[in-house]
């Protein structure tokens, strides 16, 4: 089975420009997350998708971030403009179905290999 | 609120000996905890996990957990370390379940160094 992929792996931009992630998870994978990982810590979810239907983006700084899954597949995360402190490691994960009481296969949260931004 | 801390930032072990990473947790509830490892340029993969059944938890590449209520802990253990054991560790808690809530929590991870 193919896990989830991520696309760029790394990426430097200056401050104040814009940046896109994409993030594919794996097929069927009904919720998607979006987690920033900054060096020396664990990472924080941004964002969670169940479908196509943003359920928890409570920790998103909505003035410079969005994210979007159209058509409840593929995931962009966009960055604009980006900030010195955006500079982290940006993680998507999948899994089956969302959290619910109980914690079996279907609700493990597959990760990516993470997209490395830095901000000059 | 769910949280959880892990006790030592760096750990370092000779191969073949035990290897101990130590989390203590918060909750107001019965948690549901978990240890993820993560090795450099990889994604994070997912060692075990613990949800109220048996409070020995055996997770792949020999690892295994402890859940301790009575401490607030959730330790990991392996007997004998290998040098592919070299990676960083993390303790996650899931937040409180129902609506958007449920998502995992993650402590600022434990960097495991094996020396040969």
């Known amino acids: 089975e193919a896990g989830v992929a991520q696309s760029p792996r790394y990426k430097i931009i200056e401050k104040r420009q814009s940046v896109a992630f994409w993030c594919n998870p794996i097929?069927?994978?009904?919720?998607l997350y979006w987690y920033q990982q900054i060096l020396g810590q664990g990472p924080k979810l941004l964002i969670q998708?169940?479908?196509?239907?943003?359920?928890?983006d409570s920790q998103l700084p909505k003035d410079r971030f969005s994210a979007e899954r159209l058509k409840g597949v593929d995931s962009t995360l966009k960055i604009q403009p980006a900030k010195l402190e955006d500079s982290a490691v940006y993680l998507c994960a999948s899994s089956l179905v969302g959290p619910s009481g109980t914690s079996g296969k279907r609700e493990t949260q597959y990760f990516g290999p993470g997209t490395r931004l830095l901000v000059l | 609120a769910q949280s959880v801390t892990q006790l030592d930032s760096h750990v370092s072990v000779s191969e073949g000996t035990p290897v101990l990473l130590r989390c203590n947790y918060s909750s107001s509830y019965s948690p549901s905890l978990f240890w993820y490892v993560q090795h450099p340029n990889k994604g994070l993969q997912l060692l075990l996990k613990?949800?109220?059944?048996?409070?020995l938890v055996k997770g792949i590449n020999g690892f295994e957990a402890e859940f301790k209520k009575s401490e607030t802990s959730f330790h990991l253990t392996k007997p004998s370390a290998h040098m592919s054991d070299a990676a960083e560790y993390f303790c996650v808690v899931r937040g409180p379940t129902g609506g958007s809530q449920g998502n995992l929590i993650f402590g600022k991870g434990t960097k495991l160094s094996v020396k040969p």
């Open positions: 998708f169940q479908n196509n239907g943003v359920v928890d």
């Open positions: 613990y949800t109220s059944a048996a409070t």
């Open positions: 097929s069927g994978h009904a919720t």
